[in-house]
């Protein structure tokens, strides 16, 4: 698993797969969340700017995410 820390509060969806270079931009981040190949908590979300905190996993083509502080 790997791990995102948080420089602020939250961090959004989008940035946070780019930040763990499961995608090359933002542009791919988009289609990749709309299409709901990505989970967080275990269910899918198609919100790019969804708020991701402290202690929240995002999966994406079997790489877990855990964001934390």
Do not use: C
């Not at 969340?33 to 991701?52: C, F, H, M, S």
Request: hydrophobic share 40%; no cysteine; glycine share 10%.
């Amino acid at each position: 698993m790997e791990t995102i820390q948080l420089k602020s509060e939250f961090v959004k969806l989008g940035q946070a797969i780019k930040a763990a270079n499961l995608v090359e931009d933002g542009v791919e981040a988009k289609y990749v969340i709309q299409d709901g190949l990505v989970k967080v908590n275990g269910e899918v979300d198609i919100r790019r700017g969804r708020k991701l905190y402290d202690g929240d996993v995002v999966t994406f083509e079997g790489t877990d995410i855990k964001i934390v502080k």
